[in-house]
């Protein structure tokens, strides 16, 4: 089992920066594709950003390519996005997933190819 909790939304003004975390806890042994998804209300749950477990493989949704970036820190089990140019639109609840089978063999811009959530963190961008 993985628990994942995520940290650091809050409000931020459009064109602003903001970065959110997610921390793992349980078998947290570095071997999880981890990813990011975002729901906005009355939408339903998209993709956002994938890194494989070494990281050094990674995937955007390409309205966000050139301005997220995702990132891992494996001795601290932690996965974080870095958001830039922020705009109303990526207002929504951003959730972390986790899933222990390998980059290759998922696909990584699904929500049911992930196993475990974290409950979400809300991101709000203001005008």
């Known amino acids: 089992q993985v628990q994942l909790v995520e940290s650091g939304g809050g409000l931020v003004q459009a064109g602003g920066s903001l970065r959110v975390s997610c921390a793992a806890s349980?078998?947290?042994?570095?071997?999880?594709?981890m990813a990011w998804f975002r729901q906005a209300p009355g939408k339903e749950r998209e993709f956002v950003a994938a890194?494989?477990?070494?990281?050094?493989?990674?995937y955007y949704v390409d309205s966000v390519k050139g301005r997220f970036t995702i990132s891992r820190d494996n001795a601290k089990n932690t996965v974080f996005l870095q958001m830039g140019s922020l705009k109303l639109e990526n207002t929504a609840v951003y959730y972390c997933?986790?899933?222990?089978?390998?980059?290759?063999?998922?696909?990584?811009?699904?929500?049911?190819?992930?196993?475990?959530w974290g409950q979400g963190t809300q991101v709000t961008v203001s005008s």
């Open positions: 997933a986790a899933e222990s089978r390998p980059w290759t063999a998922i696909r990584t811009h699904l929500t049911n190819e992930y196993r475990y």
């Open positions: 890194i494989s477990t070494s990281g050094r493989f990674k």
């Open positions: 349980g078998r947290t042994d570095s071997s999880h594709v």
